[in-house]
Nanobody, 121 residues
């Protein structure tokens, strides 16, 4: 599975960005997908998840500000980010998830280069 994220950039605190991720190499519509981010020197963390039925879940840091969505016709998953904060500065990645049972998911696609989001104060 290949994933190409885009849409990052430099934005002032309080601003918005919309990230896109095109997914190939799999049947997009059946996959659960997620956005992750990685701050410098820290481990990658999951930000938002969307199931094949449209159910969503968010990290506490993203709740109320970020919205994940998907367009199966375009094999694309989106992350709308509003009210951005300097601590949102990170490289953002998307991935397709495999169920490990018990509500646990594991990313299984190639990570790609991600897209850099920089929020200035």
């Amino acid at each position: 599975v290949q994933l190409q994220a885009s849409g990052g950039g430099l934005v002032q605190a309080g601003g918005s960005l919309r990230l896109s991720c095109v997914v190939s190499g799999t049947i997009f519509s059946v996959n659960t997908l997620a956005w992750y981010r990685q701050h410098p020197g820290r481990q990658r963390e999951q930000v938002a998840l969307i199931t094949n039925r449209g159910g969503t879940d968010y990290a506490d840091s993203a709740k109320g500000r970020f919205t994940i969505s998907r367009d199966n016709a375009k094999s694309t998953v989106y992350l709308q980010m509003n009210d951005l904060k300097p601590e949102d500065t990170a490289v953002y990645y998307c991935n397709a998830l495999q169920s490990m049972g018990g509500g646990n998911w594991h990313p299984y696609g190639e990570w790609g280069q991600g897209t850099l989001v920089t929020v200035s104060s």
